[in-house]
């Protein structure tokens, strides 16, 4: 297997007997915590897990080639930073959307969708605490209205906890209430705290 | 004045039975009404909102935006706020708990929504429901997804307001499954002669022939797990011969009667043929309860039971759909009897019926006191103070021989029957078919007391009835002793049942229901020629005769 990082060869051996696992190894050996993944080219096309699926389908023997472009993690979460609204405003959308199909529809139809918003927003999330990590953020000293982006986190993880309550209990009414009042009025806010998270990074 | 009372007089303007039924229900002990987030009431059953717990008023704007054009038909009052925006439009509301809706009375003044919406706790109170949209509340259509689904089955099968049902086929082919014995089996073959004089083709499968081969099983001394390797075989057999004679002969509706041995897989393979297939359950819902298992399954679900059968049947997500016994005027007619038929078949009081237990009690304690009485009928004791009174052995008698009694007695008691020892006089919701048959053979008839028998005959005009023991022998004393009276009762009786309760009247409605309204064109079904006929040929009789 020929393996490029940013256009260089990369000559070490790495292990893992499918994509994933290859990936895995390559981050810990030849990125570390600096850099991060930005695009990945298996055999000289795109990897895009909607036509290749998961990376831990691919099997090692089915890669030729492996390409990777990588970006400085710092550079990644300012970029995050600067486009959370573009991640937020769908989720927001989406939350709403999901919320209607509680009151509305059957709940399998809109427990698919919650799914869904639900994995965008612990992505979202996810992000977050890398940013966080990575540009060395003190989330207590950034606050709006009074409240702290810590506070703000603590609030998030604890309506998460209640929408997984009112899942288990089958509560549909009150999930989407959940949904529509308290993580959208929450999501509102990260909207205006992001931008002086970043103003925070950037000084 | 409270909301419950201002609620109460709104809904008493144009639903007072329904006013004055939910004032004597206590409210849902499971449901509290909550002050949500933002004021208003909100509804909470068990651990579960049924409405939002934070803005229920933007909540139910929100749903009525999203209700369906046109008049509707809701599942779940709630606390009305989805309702409240469409009180304009034509609106009629499914609250299958009454005691939610005596709970949601009291929580917020919804008068004015009252005033303008047709409301029913059964979906038989609901009406007609042509052209209407479903639109449930989901909460509720979670919580009760059986009846939701009865609902919606119901809207289904009904036209919609745009719609103009089409008029059935002139000549609707169908399909009649019996049982293979039983008392059900000649109400079957009725039914059939019934619809063929209503201008059906009709095709009755002969599944009595089985009987015989069904008698080993039945009267085996195996048990019954070597039974069930006989008895699922045959089941199926008979299921697929049913289907098969359905491909062949392509029935717009299949008439499946009690007991016949169809599973639920073969009563969905028929409908899958585009039959409508229609089950007449004419048993007591209490002691055969393997309706449970089966009413879902069909299109139509009839049966000749109250309100406490269709809330069971709500539940079930069964379309059903009451429908009373019935004579055959064929077979159930006043008859000129010889002098040593009346003698055989005669009394001056007589019974023809079953030795259920509750029969045997009450006639051995009559008995006993001095009541003089006349058995005809299976099952009743070989020994003890009615055995001597038993006729005819204590066979099974055919329906010829049944008729005589009826034709034969001074005065035909009627007890309905239980298998609880204890249940005394006029303790059933149901009308047995004795009720209509004896009047249709013209004769005199004690009945005691059921629910329901008021809306079949008047009593005291068309129909004696007593509601104690005592009453009964008082009646019956009374009733020998004034012959006119009798003729004028039996006389009436005769005019009401042949006027509304024969077979032909029940096959009449059932074409309706099932598969909508006769042609205009075509005559009216209610007596057929042939049935008109034979009742002129019988005017000379006249009925109420003594023994």
Avoid at chain 2, 253 to 279: H, I, K, M, N, Y
């Amino acid at each position: 297997m020929e393996v490029m990082v940013d256009g260089k060869p990369y000559a070490e051996e790495l292990a893992g007997g499918n994509l994933q696992e290859v990936l895995n190894d390559l981050m810990g050996r030849a990125l570390g915590d600096e850099h991060t993944l930005a695009e990945v080219r298996v055999n000289g096309r795109p990897y895009q897990e909607a036509e290749l699926g998961p990376a831990e389908s691919v099997p090692r023997e089915a890669i030729q080639r492996l390409e990777v472009e990588t970006i400085p993690a710092r550079e990644l979460a300012l970029h995050f930073l600067s486009h959370a609204d573009d991640y937020l405003g769908p989720i927001m959308a989406a939350v709403s959307k999901v919320a209607e199909l509680f009151r509305l529809s059957d709940e399998v139809e809109a427990s698919e969708a919650y799914l869904g918003t639900l994995e965008s927003l612990q992505l979202f999330l996810q992000v977050l605490g890398s940013s966080r990590q990575v540009l060395g953020l003190d989330f207590a000293a950034v606050s709006h209205e009074g409240v702290s982006a810590a506070e703000r986190l603590e609030r998030l993880s604890a309506l998460v906890g209640d929408l997984l309550s009112a899942q288990e209990q089958e509560d549909w009414v009150l999930l989407a209430d959940i949904l529509q009042y308290d993580l959208n009025q929450e999501l509102a806010a990260w909207q205006r705290l992001v931008p002086l998270i970043r103003e925070q990074a950037l000084c | 004045m409270d909301h419950l009372h201002r609620n109460l007089l709104a809904l008493a303007q144009h639903q007072p039975e329904l006013a004055a039924r939910l004032e004597n229900t206590p409210p849902s002990s499971r449901a509290e009404v909550l002050p949500s987030r933002t004021g208003p009431p909100a509804l909470r059953l068990g651990r579960r909102w049924l409405t939002s717990s934070v803005d229920p008023v933007a909540e139910g704007r929100r749903l009525a935006q999203q209700a369906p054009e046109g008049p509707l038909a809701a599942f779940g009052f709630g606390l009305g706020y989805h309702l409240e925006p469409l009180a304009g439009r034509d609106l009629v509301v499914w609250e299958p708990e009454a005691g939610l809706l005596r709970l949601a009375l009291s929580s917020r003044d919804l008068s004015r929504l009252l005033s303008r919406v047709r409301l029913g706790v059964s979906l038989e109170e609901l009406g007609e429901l042509g052209g209407r949209s479903f639109y449930p509340l989901r909460p509720y259509a979670r919580l009760y997804p059986a009846r939701a689904e009865a609902l919606a089955r119901r809207l289904e099968a009904e036209p919609r307001g745009d719609e103009v049902r089409p008029p059935r086929p002139a000549s609707p082919r169908v399909l009649v499954v019996p049982p293979l014995l039983g008392g059900s089996l000649p109400v079957a073959w009725w039914c059939a002669e019934a619809l063929a004089e209503l201008g059906c083709r009709v095709r009755s499968l002969p599944l009595e022939k089985m009987s015989p081969l069904y008698d080993l099983i039945r009267f085996s001394r195996l048990g019954e797990d070597r039974l069930d390797r006989v008895r699922a075989p045959m089941i199926s057999f008979l299921g697929e011969l049913t289907l098969m004679a359905a491909e062949e002969f392509a029935p717009h509706l299949v008439l499946v009667l009690a007991q016949a041995p169809l599973s639920v897989s073969a009563v969905r393979a028929l409908r899958r043929t585009g039959a409508v297939v229609a089950f007449w359950f004419i048993e007591n819902y209490r002691h055969m309860t393997y309706f449970r298992e089966v009413a879902g399954a069909y299109d139509h679900f009839f049966h000749i039971q109250g309100q406490e059968l269709a809330a069971e049947l709500e539940s079930l997500g069964a379309n059903h759909a009451f429908l009373p016994l019935a004579a055959h005027p064929p077979v159930h007619r006043p008859l000129e009897l010889s002098p040593r038929e009346r003698l055989r078949w005669g009394a001056q009081v007589g019974f023809m019926g079953c030795g259920y237990p509750n029969r045997v009690r009450i006639f051995s304690r009559l008995v006993e006191r001095g009541f003089r009485l006349r058995i005809w009928g299976t099952s009743w004791p070989r020994q003890g103070p009615l055995a001597p009174l038993v006729a005819e052995g204590g066979r099974r008698l055919s329906s010829r021989e049944v008729v005589k009694v009826y034709n034969a007695c001074a005065v035909v008691v009627n007890l309905h029957s239980s298998p609880e020892p204890t249940d005394g006089v006029a303790s059933q919701d149901f009308v047995n078919p004795r009720t209509l048959e004896v009047p249709a053979c013209g004769g005199f008839q004690l009945v005691d007391r059921v629910r329901g028998l008021e809306d079949l005959l008047r009593p005291g005009r068309e129909v004696a009835v007593f509601t104690r023991e005592e009453e009964l022998v008082e009646m019956a004393r009374h009733y020998l002793a004034h012959p006119d009276q009798r003729r004028r009762i039996a006389a009436a009786g005769y005019r009401r049942v042949l006027a509304e309760h024969t077979y032909y009247h029940r096959m009449e409605r059932l074409l309706t229901h099932t598969l909508g309204p006769a042609a205009e064109d075509r005559p009216p079904a209610e007596a057929p020629a042939a049935a008109l006929e034979l009742l002129a040929a019988l005017g000379a009789q006249a009925p109420g005769r003594g023994a």
